[in-house]
Structures are given as C-alpha cells and as structure tokens.
Nanobody, 113 residues
Framework: VRLVESGGGLVQAGDSLTLSCAAS????????MGWYRQAPGKQRELVAL??????TDYADSVKGRFTISRVNANTLDLQMNSLKAEDTSAYYC?????????WGKGTQVTVSS
C-alpha cells in the first residue's frame, strides 16, 4: 500500500485549502483512513478519521472547519476552511486495514497570520 499526499502550501489565516491522499496497492473496502499532523517539536496528532461506513471523527480543534471525505475508494480529501496559524504543520495520510497501518510522507501546510 502506498499513500501520496498533495495539496499543501502557504496560505493566509482565514483561507481554505484541500489536501488529497492517493492510495494505491491492495486496498480493502473495509478500512479506516485518516489525516494526522505533526508540528516541529510536537507529537503527531489526529486531525480526522473516516471509517468504511462513512462515519467520521474529528479533533476538537478542527471541528466545524475541516471536512474529511472519500472522493472514491482510493482517494481521500481533507477540506480545510478558516485556517489558523496553529494549523501550520506537516499533514500525513494514514490507512489502517487488516491490523496494519500505512503512512504517507506528508505535505506541509503553512498558515501565515
């Protein structure tokens, strides 16, 4: 399984940005995909998850601003609105299936205030 993130960049506070994750390889229809982020000197933290049934879960810090969605079986998006400086981080896509967890290499999001 390979995950490749895209869509990161430099934006201003209040702007919107959409991240995408392209998954390839042997992808189960029953998986959990998600977005995590890690800022320098901080631990990686959950941003949002989406389960195979479509149920979603969000970190409190992004609820109401970010939306996770499956574009298709192999593509995961993260729509980020009303971005804040504290959203600056490297964002990573993850996929969990059959007891394994896979990670992409990340995409950087920088929000200037």
């Amino acid at each position: 399984v390979r995950l490749v993130e895209s869509g990161g960049g430099l934006v201003q506070a209040g702007d919107s940005l959409t991240l995408s994750c392209a998954a390839s390889g042997s992808i189960s229809s029953r998986n959990v995909m998600g977005w995590y982020r890690q800022a320098p000197g901080k631990q990686r933290e959950l941003v949002a998850l989406i389960f195979s049934g479509g149920i979603t879960d969000y970190a409190d810090s992004v609820k109401g601003r970010f939306t996770i969605s499956r574009v298709n079986a192999n593509t995961l998006d993260l729509q980020m609105n009303s971005l804040k400086a504290e959203d600056t981080s490297a964002y990573y896509c993850s996929l969990r299936q059959y007891g394994y967890e896979y990670w992409g290499k990340g995409t950087q999001v920088t929000v200037s205030s």
